[in-house]
């Protein structure tokens, strides 16, 4: 089912999560209704889709501000020393790509980023494409048992396997994260079912990325229920697969749901360019 405003229409790619939004031009002024459409469909669907933009990173940005303000990370060495643009860089010979495992960005802040803007500037003609997963039918799809104890755990949430010396990601491949040794574990407890402040909605909130281990248990002793949830919330029925073109944008909703960077471009290059938006501490 689809619904225009205008020339807004918004066509949903997947049962579960995802719609292409077209008729509008993201890197010119939106207006009012514009930018709450935007944000209604990425409230209703967890990630929106565009096709076809044009954006400098001043429009970039400027497209991103319309819904809060820009979040700085604190992992990546910046490419041209801009602390809120990433740019997420494949070279030929890379083993690694960033985000090639499921996971929500950034959970090992104290805040992490509400949500993420990324802009396809060169890409390959085929492969690269990127996965999303519904968090709120992950934790809709729990029985009452497990729902009921799951919501009075936390988890441990850290990058320590994501940066710093110990990690070996930088010889991998060209997107560089801080490895030298001044680089301090970021580490965060946060709820395994976390809230939506907007919409209320209860949504797991645990990755295989960052996530460690829960409250007062040792690591081995979490790791089979976390093993558990990492499958469960990435279920095939809880997803959709987003092919990338020169020119397209994603923006997800990082509080709802999980995404995952497929590395099957070969010998391709690839750029593309990531900002992300200020979030609060989950709940």
């Known amino acids: ?77 910046s490419e041209d020393g801009d602390p809120h643009a990433i740019h997420i860089v494949r ?29 396809g500037v060169d890409v390959p003609q085929y492969g690269g494409d990127t996965m999303f997963a519904n968090q709120y039918l992950a934790y809709e799809a729990l029985s009452p048992g497990m729902k009921r104890m799951l919501e009075a755990l936390r988890a441990v949430h850290s990058d320590r396997n994501r940066a710093g010396p110990q990690a070996v990601l930088n010889a991998a491949r060209a997107t560089k994260v801080r490895e030298d040794a001044n680089w301090r574990e970021t580490i965060n407890l946060h ?20 996530t460690l281990g829960l409250e007062d248990m040792k690591e081995e002793e979490s790791r089979p229920l976390l093993e558990f949830l990492f499958v469960h919330a990435v279920r095939p029925e809880f997803t959709c697969r987003f092919r990338w073109e020169n020119g397209s944008v994603a923006f997800w ?13 070969g010998h391709a290059s690839r750029r593309m360019r990531r900002l992300q938006l200020n979030g609060d501490r989950p709940f």
């Open 91 to 119: 070279a030929p010979g890379d083993k690694m790509v960033v985000g090639d495992d499921w996971h929500s960005d950034t959970t090992f802040a104290a805040a992490p980023p509400m949500g993420s803007v990324l802009y």
């Open 1 to 77: 089912m689809s619904s225009a405003v205008s020339q807004v229409v918004i066509r949903p790619v997947a049962g579960a999560i995802g719609a292409e939004i077209s008729g509008i031009d993201i890197g010119g002024p939106l207006s009012p209704q514009d930018v709450a459409r935007i944000n209604e469909a990425l409230l209703a669907h967890c990630v929106v889709f565009f096709r076809g933009q044009d954006l400098s990173l001043d429009q970039h940005k400027a497209f991103t501000r319309n819904f809060g303000t820009l979040y700085a990370h604190p992992m990546f060495v």
């Open 191 to 210: 709820p395994v079912v976390r809230t939506h402040p907007v919409t209320g909605r209860k949504a797991l909130y645990v990755n295989r990325m960052t």
């Open 253 to 265: 909703d990082n509080r709802c749901c999980q995404h995952f960077a497929i590395n099957d471009t």
